[in-house]
Every structure is written in C-alpha cells, then in structure tokens.
C-alpha cells in the first residue's frame, strides 16, 4: 500500500534519487536520511523531486554518522521497507579504513537496527556486479565463464589498482556481511541484494553542468568529449531499471527475498564501451558535426559475461539498451550545455 513509509539512504545519489522519484509518483511516504541539513536542503529543493509537489510525504532526518551502532534506531520507526542506496564514496588513500570497512559498518549497523524495528517487512541493499567477476577479470585477463547472482569474487585485502578495486572490495565486503547476518540472526524480515552493472542515463540528482559529469554515466560519456582508457568490464544497464527492481524488491513481498539479483543489458558479451560513440552519431548528428559532441575519445573496454535473465523473468521486466542509457545522458548534456550559453548570452 502506498501509505506504507519506506526509508531510503543515499537519496541524494544517482540511483538513490530516481528510486525516490519512483516512490513520490507511487504515493508512498518516504523518509530519506541525509548527511547534514544542507543536504536536506539540496535533496528538497532538487527540480525533479519538488516536481512531485511531496513535502507532506518525504522527511529528510540527519544522520551524521551512518557507521555507528544504533545509527538508524530512530529513522526507523514505523517503517515498512527499506532501501539501503548509499551514494559511493571517493577515498583518496587508506582505502581499507575510509571505503572498505564504512560499507561493511554502514551496512551491519541498518541491519542490526532494522532487527529492533518490527513493523520492516523487507530490506533492499544494492551492491555492484563487482562482487561476482573476480578482480583480475576487469582489465587484465578474458574469461568465457558466465557470471550471474549466485556468484561471488573473493574479497581483496590490497588495492595497487586504486580506488575502484577498493570500492569493488567494499561491496564485496558490505555483501558478506549481509548475508552472514541473514544466516546467524534469521530475521522476520528478508533481505535482497541488487547487483547493478556500470549505470547509465539521465541523472537527476545533477542540476548543473560541473555536477552532471561524474560517477558511471562518464565511463561511456567521456570517450564523446575525448577521453581515452581501458575502462574495465563491459557490463551496464539503465537507471530506470535499477531503480524500478529496486522498488519493486522492497514493496512486492511475492518477489523471493534472501537473495540476490544482478541487473545487466545482454545479451551477455555483445556490448562494448566504445559503442557510446556510435550511439551518439546517430542520434546527435547535428551537435556532432557542430562540435559540441566531438566524439574523438575511445574507451576500450573488457568483454564480460554477465546474465541478469533471471532478474527480468522475477520482476517481469525487460532492460533497456545502453544504447537508450547513453542517448538519454547524452540529451540531458545538451540540455544543460544549451541552458549554460544561454545564459552566457543574456549576460
């Protein structure tokens, strides 16, 4: 019932945002824990959720520190579903200590409060299809192994290849704990796991040009401005479809719980990075040809083998095309490049 209160963290983030969006024109209410009061601020004052005119059904409570013990006791209270979207975090160094181990502490600490909380029905956490595909099979070595949600990476203690191998290892983490607390507690409430590939599309939570270009949308995005690097994996879906199994895995108890769910375009292995280039050509030609879209980059990208068919048979959905999630990225860039010389030319 759309009355019910669901919770929703890291709704100022790319995923988390849309999910929210989805809620709002659902009729939930919705209560979206933030980090500090200017972050409540920015999330209700965000063009696309004021557009759901949702004051009365969305709370914005502060939690400074997500890690604690007890840190959601209180957001909590009466609350129905629960969707655990926390935005990544970027970790200049120690990555063990600021990316690692906030995911795993983050995660147990929601789940150990959900435990005292009896009115939860369901938890949703999302996670990364960097917890099945071993790390070496990113950049480095092929394999014709086909990956699904059953699979798990084992977890790396040492980062030499930055960043991103750390944040693969946080979700690694963040999931092992998941479901050792699914096996030791065996709670009232089930748990599902979304398993997302490199996520395109329009990002909503961006209202500005410098804040547009960030996070996943780049790795297919920036080939187009000139980019050029090995760019890892070639697995993406659309943000529509992570936000919708996202709601529909917290909401629709007859979706299997205590489990996990991989979303990924297939079929399996056909899709390249480097395809953002020819997607933008014939959908933009005119901007290409003016310069705005140069299109002089290339990522190049590892074939994987990733098979979500399972997900689109549970949910009943079937996932749009990186295609369609470049195409709609690449039409929010005009957008906001349009309005900015517009601007320039008032001025």
């Known amino acids: 019932m759309a009355s019910e209160l669901l919770l929703i963290t890291g709704a100022t983030g790319f995923i988390g945002i849309k999910i929210l969006g989805l809620a709002l024109e659902a009729g939930y209410h919705v209560r979206a824990p933030v980090r500090s009061e200017a972050k409540a601020h920015s999330l209700r004052s965000n063009k696309y959720i004021a557009s759901f005119a949702a004051d009365a059904r969305l709370e914005t409570p502060v939690i400074e520190d997500i890690t604690i013990d007890g840190a959601f006791?209180?957001?909590?209270?009466?609350?129905?579903?629960?969707?655990?979207?926390?935005?990544?975090?970027?970790?200049?160094?120690?990555?063990?200590?600021?990316?690692?181990?906030?995911?795993?502490?983050?995660?147990?600490?929601?789940?150990?409060?959900?435990?005292?909380?009896?009115?939860?029905?369901?938890?949703?956490?999302?996670?990364?299809?960097?917890?099945?595909?071993?790390?070496?099979?990113?950049?480095?070595?092929?394999?014709?192994?086909?990956?699904?949600?059953?699979?798990?990476?084992?977890?790396?203690?040492?980062?030499?290849?930055?960043?991103?191998?750390?944040?693969?290892a946080s979700k690694i983490a963040a999931l092992a704990a998941t479901e050792a607390f699914v096996e030791m507690e065996k709670p009232r409430f089930e748990v599902v796991t979304v398993l997302p590939a490199f996520v395109?599309?329009?990002?909503?939570?961006?209202?500005?040009?410098?804040?547009?270009?960030?996070?996943?949308?780049?790795?297919?995005?920036?080939?187009?401005?000139?980019?050029?690097?090995?760019?890892?994996?070639?697995?993406?879906?659309?943000?529509?479809?992570?936000?919708?199994?996202h709601l529909k895995a917290a909401t629709d108890l007859s979706i299997p719980g205590n489990r996990a769910y991989m979303i990924s375009t297939g079929p399996p292995g056909e899709i390249k990075i480097a395809d953002a280039l020819d997607v933008v050509k014939k959908f933009f030609p005119e901007r290409v040809a003016d310069g705005t879209l140069p299109c002089t980059g290339f990522h190049d990208s590892q074939r994987v083998l990733c098979d979500a068919s399972e997900t689109e048979k549970v949910f009943g959905i079937k996932f749009k095309s990186y295609e369609e999630g470049i195409k709609d990225f690449t039409a929010q860039y005009l957008e906001f490049v349009d309005a900015s010389l517009g601007a320039k030319t008032v001025v």
């Not at 547009?212 to 187009?224: A, D, K, P, R």
């Not at 994996?233 to 529509?240: G, K, S």
């Open 73 to 168: 006791d209180d957001a909590l209270k009466g609350v129905t579903y629960v969707m655990q979207v926390h935005a990544r975090c970027l970790a200049p160094s120690e990555y063990a200590a600021q990316l690692v181990e906030p995911a795993r502490k983050g995660t147990t600490s929601l789940l150990y409060s959900a435990l005292k909380t009896p009115s939860i029905k369901r938890v949703v956490i999302t996670s990364s299809v960097s917890v099945v595909l071993e790390w070496k099979y990113w950049f480095r070595e092929s394999t014709d192994k086909v990956y699904t949600a059953a699979d798990r990476a084992p977890f790396e203690t040492e980062y030499p290849d930055g960043e991103f191998q750390a944040y693969s």
């Open 200 to 245: 395109f599309g329009r990002n909503e939570a961006a209202e500005e040009l410098g804040s547009l270009m960030h996070g996943s949308n780049t790795i297919g995005f920036g080939q187009v401005l000139g980019n050029k690097m090995n760019i890892g994996p070639a697995a993406t879906c659309h943000v529509d479809d992570v936000a919708a199994v």
